[in-house]
């Protein structure tokens, strides 16, 4: 705290693992480049003792259908 005020956290991950975590992600970016973006999301971003660290990538629907013939379908 600083004085009455919590400080607020973008994430819990310390700087040097948040520093892998971005250059893993640039890889990830470079497979997908058509990709949206590949997003940080999960307990890592709320608590201190997350377990994991949580990656999103979100594509367009055509894409991920090439990729995944059938997964996406709700039947």
Not at 12 to 18: L, M, Q, T
Not at 19 to 31: G, S, T
């Amino acid at each position: 705290m600083v004085g009455n005020e919590t400080v607020r956290r973008a994430n819990f991950i310390g700087a040097p693992e948040f520093f892998l975590l971005n250059q893993a992600c640039r890889v990830v970016w470079e497979a997908f480049p058509e990709a949206f973006g590949v997003y940080l999301v999960g307990s890592s971003l709320k608590k201190r003792d997350f377990r994991d660290v949580d990656l999103r990538c979100i594509m367009a629907d055509e894409d991920f259908e090439k990729m995944f013939p059938g997964a996406g379908s709700n039947t």
